[in-house]
Structure formats: structure tokens, C-alpha cells
């Protein structure tokens, strides 16, 4: 045992028993064209075993930002791991590509080996989900940058796509139909104005409102990250998808003009989908004009498809089939900018 190290506020042996527990959760993940196993200084991958035949790489990285406080503030690690995969998986599904592989960072104040373990477990659900593996990543013990409770994540994803399928949203057009997906919740998105909500009001996480319905705050809010690969991948397969808009930092505003070419603009008409209570709440209690809900949150829109009317109903069948739920919300217009419309 490294005793001066130790003395500095850093547990080596921590460090081993958290290898040691998560290899378990890494092992799940494991897909074709995996290479290696956990513990060397390099994850592999070998993209010749999938036969591409002009791949594209397509990689992503973020975090889940202070959401982190929501977790720590609940106790409850499991989840903040999905959070992290889907940020980065959806954004390389945004250019039609398939995730390969993941890789994580979790810095933290002290190594608590069962925290460590949940929030892996976490982000090897992620990646179960996305179809991804875990190749790699990294755990470090900073005392002095946090403290003993507090921690960060963030990841890194490499996608591929065959060149001549890569979604660069050329193809959007005026009359294109837009299809809206239902996000799980506020996402990983909006977090600071969330939390500066909760404690202006004095909101409890542990309480139920009736915005919440049968779950607290706290369990509505942490609740993860959808994950949007497996049914949007089968439907790339079957129709050409002229774009792809991940709802994320900026809401509608900042990112459904992502996808839309010079001269175009989208309408989107609201009460086409079901918006869900924790927009209310946040609503209400920030006192937040409603029009700006859309320019910060995803108002219960995780991801937008822009594809040909004639394409709508294969589109839709898709997703029924794959339990999701969506719905026409819009639609590509002449114009600049996005216009919200009642119903």
C-alpha cells in the first residue's frame, strides 16, 4: 500500500477494487468487433470485422452537467451513467451513424468503490441500450478539486456510417414532415436554471406535486436519459431520413435549425404531443415565460426527424412497434427561424 499517497487524500487500493468491480458491467457491453479486455492503456476495436465499405467515423463527447447535483443530492448513482452514454450516443445517431464504442471519465472527490460501481453499472446499461461497447475509460481520485461527496462524468463515443448514408441534411426541404419522439423528461439538459428553481422555491426532491403524479421530484428529474439508437437506426434502414435534430442545450431554438439548410425555417405545432408535468412545474415556479420553455428545455421532445410526407406513416409504424411514442409536431417551411403555433 502506497502510504504517502494515501496520506495526500488518494486510495490506490480503492482504485483496484473499483477494477475490480466493474469488469463485471464492462463484460456486459461486449459486441462485435470488441478487442482486449479492461486494463490495458488502449481500447480496441476492430471496424474491419463489420464490413463497411466506405465508413465514415463519426465521434461525440459531453457530460451530463449539474444534474450531477441532483444525484448526489438524492443518493442515487445508477442512472447518471445512462445520462452520459445517451448525450453522446444520440448526437452521432444525429448524422445516421451506429455507435461502436464507449468510453467514460469519472473524476471524484474520494474513491468510494460502491458509488464508482453504480455509476459504471450505469453507463454500461447505456451502452447495452445503444449497442455500444465499453472499451475503456478512466476513474480519478482529485481530493482538494472536489469534495468527498461530489464527482463528474463525461464520455466519448465513435460511431460509423457508410458515406454514401451519412445524414448531412442536404436533403432537408420546405414540406418536409417533422416527427417528434417523446423524451423521458428534462434529459440532461437545463439543470442549472432547475436547480436555481428548486432552491428560490424551496422545492423539495423527496416530495411528490402534482406536476410529478405518483413519483418525487427528484425521481422525475433523474429520471435518465432516453436512448434513441436501436429504433432509429431500423428506421433509417427502411426510409430515407433527411435529417436529424438531437434536443438538447438550447431546446428547439438552438437545435432544430442544426438541420436546416439556408432559406428554411420550421413550424412546429404545439399540443401535436404531451408535454410532461415536470415542464409545468418548472414553468409555474420559475416564472418562466412560456415561449422561452422551448429556447432551454425539450418540452418532451427528445429527437426530430425530418422526413418526406410520403415516408410519415413507415416512420411512425416503426416506432409503435419499438414502444415509442411519436408524433407529427411540424414542418420544414420558407422562412429563418423556429415558430411555435398552437394547435
Not at 470485422?49 to 451530463?64: A, E, N, Q, R, W
Not at 444525429?94 to 453504480?118: H, I, R
Not at 418525487?216 to 432516453?226: A, H, Q, V
Not at 438538447?248 to 410532461?276: H, K, V
Request: hydrophobic share 40%.
Amino acid at each position: 500500500m502506497a502510504k504517502s499517497y494515501e496520506a495526500s487524500g488518494v486510495n490506490l487500493e480503492a482504485g483496484y477494487e473499483v477494477v475490480s468491480r466493474i469488469k463485471k458491467h464492462v463484460a456486459s457491453t461486449a459486441r462485435r468487433g470488441c478487442m482486449g479486455n479492461i486494463g490495458a492503456f488502449g481500447g480496441m476495436f476492430d471496424l474491419g470485422s463489420l464490413k463497411y465499405k466506405h465508413p465514415i467515423l463519426v465521434s461525440g463527447t459531453d457530460g451530463v452537467g449539474t444534474k450531477l447535483k441532483i444525484a448526489i443530492a438524492m443518493a442515487k448513482h445508477d442512472t447518471i451513467g445512462i445520462d452520459a452514454v445517451a448525450m453522446c450516443v444520440n448526437d452521432v445517431l444525429a448524422q445516421g451513424a451506429e455507435p461502436l464504442l464507449f468510453l467514460d471519465y469519472v473524476a471524484v472527490g474520494k474513491n468510494k468503490p460502491a458509488v464508482v460501481e453504480a455509476i459504471v453499472a450505469g453507463v454500461a446499461d447505456g451502452c447495452r441500450q445503444a449497442g455500444c461497447a465499453l472499451v475503456g475509460g478512466e476513474t480519478a481520485e482529485m481530493p482538494g478539486m472536489y469534495t468527498e461527496d461530489d464527482y463528474d462524468i463525461a464520455g466519448f463515443t465513435v460511431g460509423a456510417v457508410e458515406k454514401d448514408r451519412l445524414i448531412d441534411c442536404s436533403k432537408v426541404t420546405p414540406g418536409d414532415v417533422l416527427i417528434g419522439i417523446a423524451s423521458s423528461g428534462v434529459h440532461s439538459n437545463g439543470f442549472s436554471l432547475v436547480r436555481k428553481i428548486i432552491y428560490d422555491n424551496k422545492l423539495n426532491l423527496k416530495e411528490k406535486y402534482p406536476q410529478t403524479g405518483d413519483k418525487t421530484l427528484g425521481d422525475i428529474l433523474l429520471e435518465p436519459t432516453k436512448i434513441y439508437v436501436k429504433p432509429v437506426l431500423e428506421i433509417l434502414k427502411n426510409v430515407d431520413v433527411h435529417g436529424i435534430a438531437h434536443i438538447t442545450g438550447g431546446g428547439f431554438d438552438e437545435n432544430i435549425p442544426r438541420i436546416l439548410p439556408e432559406g428554411c425555417g420550421a413550424e412546429i405545432l404545439e399540443g401535436s404531443w404531451e408535454q410532461p408535468g415536470i415542464f409545468k412545474l418548472l414553468e409555474e415556479y420559475g416564472k418562466v415565460p412560456h415561449r422561452e420553455m422551448f429556447n432551454i428545455f425539450n418540452m418532451g421532445i427528445g429527437m426530430v426527424l425530418s422526413v418526406n410526407v410520403n415516408d410519415v406513416a413507415t416512420v411512425l409504424a416503426i416506432l409503435n412497434e419499438w414502444n415509442e411514442k411519436a408524433s407529427v409536431i411540424g414542418r420544414v417551411i420558407t422562412g429563418e427561424k423556429v415558430t411555435i403555433k398552437d394547435k
